[in-house]
């Protein structure tokens, strides 16, 4: 299977500040990448799909100013979460699909964010 | 018609013991469901998948039973072991589209017992 590398694995940042986590496709190349938001012991929620080179889609209810997507290149997408609050500590996945592997999906590692 | 409704919520196998998840699908257009399997902060690993033209597949010790008619697919994991213990999701999806949304079940945490 493919490799996909997201970073970092754990974030704490102050409430206000804003963070970027970053998900990489390492051996091939995303046309798309979803990021996804995991509370404990809960199932994954889709916040949004991005498509290299165009804005990204989110899904109901996710504000698209407060978690900003970019998929700049075929191998890098971003998500930053602006103006954290605790609220918005949560464990943060990607997921990307491409031109190898249209059917597979693979997942990163996955992201920790505390907000304190 | 996007849900994956997916049972049990949790599961307690004995080591050696069989331990069988079911999950449900309602929208006719998937044509692709994978098994994923996840472990405390981590993220998802994809364990098995199959497509609706097979009634089933097996790769080692894990089997996917599909039941096209009913809408119904299962993981069946023979031999069970304390390794095993982690979340298991089952999911649907599209397969020739890159951008399709993967529809997840809601999950099921697998205990096995030593």
């Known amino acids: 299977g493919a490799v996909v590398s997201q970073h970092p694995s754990r974030v704490i940042c102050k409430s206000g500040t804003s963070v970027k986590i970053e998900c990489r496709s390492l051996d091939f190349q995303a046309t798309t990448m979803f990021w996804y938001r995991q509370f404990p012991k809960q199932s994954l929620m889709l916040m949004a799909t991005s498509n290299e080179g165009s804005k990204a889609t989110y899904e109901q209810g996710v504000e698209k100013d407060k978690f900003l997507i970019n998929h700049a290149s075929l191998t890098l997408s971003t998500l930053t979460v602006t103006s954290a609050h605790p609220e918005d500590s949560s464990f943060y996945i990607c997921?990307?699909?491409?031109?190898?592997?249209?059917?597979?999906?693979?997942f990163g590692q996955g992201t920790r964010l505390t907000v304190v | 018609q996007q849900q994956v409704k997916q049972s049990p919520q949790s599961l307690i196998v004995q080591k050696g013991g069989i331990s069988i998840i079911n999950c449900a699908y309602e929208?006719?257009?998937?044509?692709?469901f994978p098994w994923y399997q996840q472990f405390p902060g981590k993220g998802p690993a994809l364990l098995i998948a199959i497509r609706p033209d097979v009634s089933e597949k097996k790769e080692g010790r894990f089997t996917i039973s599909f039941n096209k008619s009913a809408k119904q697919f299962s993981l069946h994991i023979m031999d069970s072991q304390p390794g095993d213990s982690a979340t298991y999701f089952c999911a649907a999806s599209k397969r020739y589209s890159s951008a399709s949304k993967i529809i997840f079940g809601s999950g099921t945490r697998l205990s096995i017992r030593p």
């Open positions: 997921s990307a699909r491409g031109d190898r592997f249209h059917t597979e999906a693979f």
């Open positions: 929208n006719t257009a998937f044509d692709y």
